[in-house]
């Protein structure tokens, strides 16, 4: 594998930003791991960060690395702030940002696919928020999402977490707009037009996002979405997301996302 820190420049923020980027690599003589690299144009995993992190936090956290190396996988770390991936009411606009410019930026620098069937977004916390944000959001370029502990309730984090920074970021009013994820796997699920992505979702039986972890399974499940919904014992920490992310791989494997 190819480890690349980048630092680009976004016109949509107007801001110097800074992305970690993992590339397939073929190898035979890496002790412990095998790269493999079977495309010119790489399938690739947009990884998302949680409220308190940066782009560097897999990597430090994870053997995301490893995981990653004998799947051609590549994956692109980006570094968006306290933004809950959303054009913030006052602030940048991160959502107009990782939906649509990072994308771009990443394949005209990077040898990763554009299309639908190879991009994939996953993420733990916000960054589990952000995930499915896209996928539901953008399903003509998602075909897949993963959620770890996810904060799928903005309206629990904006009224009643953090009141005061949930104003800054997205304003006096959630429910029903494009940052609500209940509003927008519905508005998707009822327009026949266009695809659905597959959904993993996981959370842990202690953490505090559970029950709203457990309110938005029962929601995409009347919404007949196709969800593996998985929980076990577990708190807000790294050692499960370690192991879910892993799952989540295999999970790609298994639906036939990813060709081994």
Not at 99 to 122: G, K, Q
Not at 200 to 217: A, H, I, P, S, V
Request: with cysteine; proline share 3%.
């Amino acid at each position: 594998m190819a480890l690349i820190n980048c630092d680009f420049f976004s016109d949509t923020l107007s801001l110097s930003c800074s992305m970690t980027v993992i590339l397939p690599q073929e190898t035979k003589n890496q002790i412990g791991m095998k790269g493999t690299s079977k495309k010119k144009k790489h399938p690739v995993l947009y990884l998302l960060h949680g409220l308190s992190d940066d782009h560097t936090i897999w990597l430090r956290r994870t053997s995301i690395e490893r995981y990653v190396s004998s799947l051609g996988l590549a994956v692109v770390m980006p570094a968006v702030g306290r933004s809950f991936y959303t054009d913030m009411k006052h602030g940048l606009k991160y959502w107009s940002f990782i939906s649509s410019e990072l994308p771009e930026i990443a394949s005209s620098l990077f040898p990763v696919s554009d299309r639908r069937e190879d991009n994939f977004a996953a993420g733990l916390s916000m960054g589990g928020y952000g995930a499915f944000k896209l996928a539901l959001s953008c399903p003509e370029k998602f075909c897949a999402a993963a959620s770890l502990s996810g904060a799928l309730d903005v309206e629990y984090f904006a009224k009643k977490n953090s009141p005061g920074e949930g104003a800054e970021i997205f304003g006096n009013k959630i429910i029903g707009t494009e940052n609500d994820l209940f509003h927008l796997s519905e508005k998707l699920a009822s327009d026949k037009k266009r695809p659905r992505p597959i959904l993993f979702q996981w959370c842990g039986t202690e953490d505090f996002l559970y029950k709203d972890n457990l309110r938005f399974r029962s929601h995409l499940e009347k919404l007949k979405y196709d969800l593996h919904y998985d929980e076990g014992k577990g708190d807000h920490s790294w050692g499960y997301w370690d192991i879910q992310i892993q799952k989540v791989l295999e999970w790609l494997v298994k639906k036939g996302k990813l060709k081994v």
